[in-house]
């Protein structure tokens, strides 16, 4: 359903993780054939699942395969259907966010429940909602044999992804690598913004001749 949303130029790339993070298919926009590789993807039984690297990790691999992506692609987003569960990961979300904002990555997760492990909403919360949140995507939790909940999801994504705008503003040299965001357009108060709370940077890569912080975008 995401894939027939897509633009016919939008370059996608196929994954799955487990055991280890396996891309079934790397950037294409051959849409049909992506439909055609859809079936070969199925849920593990956490029995097999001995040597899993983990959510964390293989939502920093998909932002690694993505930094390399297309010079064409200039928005880039990771969908992530998942149960949620963290257990098995080493790395926590902040290692996610962090990768994704140098990256320039929105992540949105889809967590599907109804499997023999769930996780709780508060490990949903402080995991998948949270990278999503401070990356500026969505999380839904749906039930997998709710398809309506599924399609809205998808809907939701899909719309998201059409009307993302990129805004630039300058930071301080000094600053401590990490700046608190709030988006408002105040001359449209019903108009619903969201945006990262916070954005990461490396201080190191900035230069000393950038303009200081700006306190209001210009319209």
């Given at each position: 359903?995401?894939?027939?949303?897509?633009?016919?130029?939008?370059?996608?790339?196929?994954?799955?993780?487990?055991?280890?993070?396996?891309?079934?298919?790397?950037?294409?926009?051959?849409?049909?054939?992506?439909?055609?590789?859809?079936?070969?993807?199925?849920?593990?039984?956490?029995?097999?699942?001995?040597?899993?690297?983990?959510?964390?990790?293989?939502?920093?691999?998909?932002?690694?395969?993505?930094?390399?992506?297309?010079?064409?692609?200039?928005?880039?987003?990771?969908?992530?259907?998942?149960?949620?569960?963290?257990?098995?990961?080493?790395?926590?979300?902040?290692?996610?966010?962090?990768?994704?904002?140098?990256?320039?990555?929105?992540?949105?997760?889809?967590?599907?429940?109804?499997?023999?492990?769930?996780?709780?909403?508060?490990?949903?919360?402080?995991?998948?909602?949270?990278?999503?949140?401070?990356t500026?995507?969505?999380?839904?939790?749906?039930?997998?044999?709710?398809?309506?909940?599924?399609?809205?999801?998808?809907?939701?994504?899909?719309?998201?992804?059409?009307?993302?705008?990129?805004?630039?503003?300058?930071?301080?040299?000094?600053?401590?690598?990490?700046?608190?965001?709030?988006l408002?357009?105040?001359?449209?108060?019903?108009?619903?913004?969201?945006?990262?709370?916070?954005?990461?940077?490396?201080?190191?890569?900035?230069?000393?001749?950038?303009?200081?912080p700006?306190?209001?975008?210009?319209?």
């Open positions: 359903s995401i894939i027939d949303r897509l633009e016919s130029h939008d370059s996608v790339f196929l994954a799955t993780f487990a055991r280890r993070f396996h891309v079934i298919d790397g950037f294409t926009s051959d849409h049909a054939r992506l439909d055609e590789r859809l079936p070969e993807l199925r849920v593990t039984d956490q029995l097999d699942d001995f040597d899993g690297s983990g959510i964390c990790e293989s939502m920093i691999k998909g932002v690694t395969v993505l930094s390399h992506a297309p010079e064409s692609c200039a928005r880039k987003a990771l969908l992530v259907f998942t149960d949620g569960d963290f257990d098995t990961s080493s790395h926590g979300a902040e290692d996610v966010i962090a990768k994704a904002q140098f990256a320039g990555v929105t992540i949105y997760s889809i967590v599907i429940r109804g499997f023999p492990i769930e996780a709780d909403a508060y490990t949903i919360r402080l995991g998948p909602g949270r990278i999503a949140s401070e500026g995507g969505l999380t839904f939790v749906v039930n997998w044999l709710d398809g309506d909940l599924l399609t809205a999801a998808i809907d939701s994504i899909a719309t998201d992804l059409d009307n993302q705008y990129l805004l630039g503003f300058a930071a301080s040299p000094w600053s401590s690598g990490a700046l608190s965001v709030e408002l357009l105040h001359n449209h108060p019903g108009m619903h913004t969201r945006a990262p709370r916070v954005v990461r940077f490396r201080p190191q890569d900035l230069t000393n001749d950038l303009l200081p700006m306190p209001i975008l210009p319209e």
